[in-house]
């Protein structure tokens, strides 16, 4: 059974960076063909595609967002993390990892608030 757990901190100030991480437990994330995703839901809005870091290490970034963005990985951990830098109050959100395996989302973590404010 695969789980996944975000951790981070739950506010950040503005032009500050986020950094969260995921955490993948019953499926390494060097495990062929799934990508490992960060979205994120706005209150009010829908599910924000963010990035995927895939298994063999290729990063891919939304393109609203590359110049925010970083995802890399700990493998010995079986962690991926995620980097926003120069948050706004439009950062805050519930930001979910999820694993994509061919566009399907079988598997998500439970989700994080991250309130940006000061």
């Known amino acids: 059974q695969v789980q996944l757990q975000e951790s981070g901190p739950g506010l950040v100030k503005p032009s500050q960076t986020l950094s969260l991480t995921c955490t993948s437990s019953?499926?390494?994330?060097?495990?062929?063909?799934?990508?490992w995703t960060w979205i994120r839901q706005p209150p009010g809005k829908g599910l924000e595609w963010m990035g995927a870091?895939?298994?063999?290490?290729?990063?891919y970034y939304n393109p609203s967002l590359k110049s925010r963005t970083s995802i890399s990985r700990d493998t010995f951990k079986n962690q991926f993390t995620l980097q926003l830098s120069s948050v706004t109050p439009e950062d805050t959100a519930v930001y979910y990892c999820?694993?994509?395996?061919?566009?399907?989302?079988?598997?998500w973590g439970q989700g994080t608030q991250v309130t940006v404010s000061s």
């Open positions: 870091i895939s298994y063999s290490g290729s990063t």
């Open positions: 999820a694993r994509d395996y061919y566009s399907h989302y079988y598997y």
């Open positions: 019953g499926d390494s994330i060097t495990s062929n063909y799934y990508y």
